[in-house]
C-alpha cells in the first residue's frame, strides 16, 4: 500500500488537507491504480480526525484523484486528466442579445452558466473571453498566450481570427453547434437523429397524413434542424407528406418567437391546417400564442412538435407547459464538454475529435 509522505502535523482543514495530498500524488507520481493509506492512517499521520480525513478524500474522489472500491480501499485514478484539471480554460460563451436578457439566461445562457460552473467544480480556472478577442488579434494572440485551453461558441469563430487560431498549439474546443462543423477544432455536437425519429413516429401513430416544417429561414441552427427532419420523415415515414418548409428571415433581437408568430398567422390561412414541426421551441411559442388567440385547440385542432425543450428550463409563455418536443441535451452536452477537455490536455492530439450526443428523449405534452 502506497504511503503519502508524513509533513510536520498542524491543523489542516478539509480543502487544505485534499490539496496536500493531490499534490503529493501529483510530485510524486504515483500511478493509477495504486492504493493509498486508510483514511485513519491518513488522519494519525495529519493529526487530524478522520472526518477530516474522509471528507477530503470525498473531495478527490469528486475530483477524479482518487476512486473507492468498497470493501477493497481507495486508490489513485487511472485516468489522468485530473491532472489537468487546474488550468486556464479561456470561455467564450454565446453573448446573447441585449433586450432579451431574461429569455438568454433561461434558455440558451443557462447551458453556459451549467457549463461555466462544470469547469469550475472540475478545478480549471477560467479566463472569461469577450466580444473584443473575436476580430482584435492583437489581444487574442494574448489570450492564447495565457491559457491552456479554449471554449468557443461558433458565434466567436469567423475568417478573421480562424488562421490565428489554427496556428497555435492550443486545445480548442467548440461549444454547442447545431451539427459537426468544417472548423479544424474539437467539436461537441447535439445529434437529434433518433429524436426526430421519436418524432416522425409519433406523428404516424396520431394517423398524420402531412406535416408543416416551419423555422427561421437563415439561420445555420435552423437549416441543419430543417434538414435532418426531412431527412428522418422522408426515410422512416415516405407516405407522409411534406410541403415546402415555410420560414421567415430572422428579426432584429429575436430569438425566433416574433417569426413564429408570422409563420402562425400563414398557417392559418392554409386551407389543410397539416400537423406542424418548428424546429425551435422559441418559434412554436410565437406560433401557438396565434393559434390560441384564434381559437384553435392545441392536439385537436392543431398538432405540434417541437425541438428543444425549453418550457421544462423555465421558459413557459403559458399557463403551463403544453409543447410536444424533442429535449436537447444540454446536461450530457456539458458533461461530455468536460470530457473531452480533460481528455486532451491529458494527452494533445492533432486529431479532430468529434463526440456526437443523443438528443433522445421526446417529451409529449398536450399539443400532439
Not at 458533461?335 to 421526446?362: C, F, H, Q, W, Y
Request: glycine share 8%; proline share 6%; charged share 25%.
Amino acid at each position: 500500500m502506497h504511503k503519502v509522505q508524513t509533513i510536520e502535523k498542524k491543523m489542516l482543514r478539509v480543502p487544505e488537507l485534499a490539496d496536500l495530498l493531490r499534490g503529493i500524488i501529483e510530485k510524486e507520481q504515483i500511478p493509477g491504480g495504486a492504493p493509498i493509506d486508510s483514511t485513519r492512517k491518513l488522519a494519525d499521520r495529519y493529526g487530524v480526525s478522520p472526518v477530516t480525513a474522509n471528507r477530503a478524500i470525498n473531495e478527490l474522489v469528486e475530483q477524479q484523484v482518487l476512486y473507492r472500491v468498497p470493501g477493497k480501499g481507495t486508490f489513485v485514478s487511472k485516468n489522468r486528466s485530473w491532472r489537468n484539471s487546474k488550468a486556464r480554460i479561456g470561455f467564450y460563451p454565446y453573448q446573447g442579445y441585449k433586450h432579451h436578457t431574461k429569455d438568454y439566461y433561461l434558455g440558451i445562457g443557462f447551458f453556459y452558466q451549467t457549463l461555466g460552473n462544470l469547469l469550475k467544480q472540475n478545478g480549471y480556472h477560467l479566463s472569461m473571453i469577450s466580444g473584443i478577442e473575436k476580430n482584435d488579434l492583437a489581444i487574442l494572440r494574448q489570450t492564447l498566450e495565457s491559457t491552456d485551453a479554449l471554449m468557443l461558441n461558433k458565434d466567436f469563430i469567423n475568417s478573421t481570427n480562424t488562421p490565428l487560431l489554427c496556428s497555435y498549439p492550443r486545445q480548442i474546443i467548440m461549444v454547442d453547434s447545431s451539427s459537426v462543423s468544417d472548423k479544424p477544432f474539437h467539436q461537441v455536437v447535439p445529434d437529434p437523429f433518433r429524436g426526430f425519429r421519436k418524432a416522425a413516429d409519433h406523428f404516424a401513430a396520431l394517423g398524420v397524413k402531412k406535416v408543416q416544417i416551419m423555422g427561421v429561414a437563415d439561420t445555420e441552427t435552423h437549416q441543419s434542424r430543417r434538414k435532418s427532419i426531412r431527412q428522418v420523415m422522408q426515410i422512416f415515414h415516405p407516405g407522409i407528406a411534406l410541403p415546402e418548409d415555410m420560414t421567415h428571415n430572422q428579426l432584429p433581437e429575436d430569438f425566433g418567437q416574433g417569426c413564429g408568430r408570422i409563420l402562425g398567422r400563414r398557417y392559418l390561412e392554409l386551407p389543410d391546417r397539416p400537423a406542424i414541426f418548428s424546429v425551435c421551441d422559441y418559434v412554436s411559442f410565437g406560433i401557438m400564442e396565434v393559434l390560441l388567440d384564434a381559437g384553435l385547440k392545441p392536439g385537436k385542432d392543431f398538432k405540434l412538435i417541437s425541438y428543444n425543450n425549453l418550457e421544462a428550463g423555465g421558459i413557459c409563455p403559458f399557463d403551463k407547459p403544453l409543447l410536444t418536443t424533442v429535449e436537447y441535451p444540454y446536461q450530457q452536452l456539458g458533461n461530455e464538454l468536460i470530457k473531452l477537455l480533460g481528455e486532451v490536455l491529458a494527452a494533445p492530439t492533432d486529431n479532430i475529435r468529434i463526440v456526437r450526443v443523443p438528443a433522445d428523449k421526446l417529451i409529449i405534452r398536450s399539443t400532439a
